[in-house]
């Protein structure tokens, strides 16, 4: 995955990013567990950019749990 360099101190993030605002059954009825699904497989294939931003919702969920459960279930699965 390519990576880019933000004009500020943060780290680089990947070239491609996820919207993670639909994620959660609060918008479209879809199960969180799906949502944690996608945002690991992102994970997996290199995504480091997760757009979590609040521009239209206050959508807990969606914006800082399943995004959490999904590093949390990655890094529980990786070998130490």
Sequence with gaps: MRTRRPPSSAPDASSIGLGCNAM????????????V????????????LLDTADFASTRIRARIALPAEA??????RSPA
């Design 24 to 35: 959660s059954g609060e918008v479209y009825g879809r199960a969180d567990t799906e949502g």
């Design 37 to 48: 699904a996608i945002i690991g497989a992102a994970l997996d294939a290199g995504v480091t």
């Design 71 to 76: 590093a949390r279930t990655r890094c529980l």
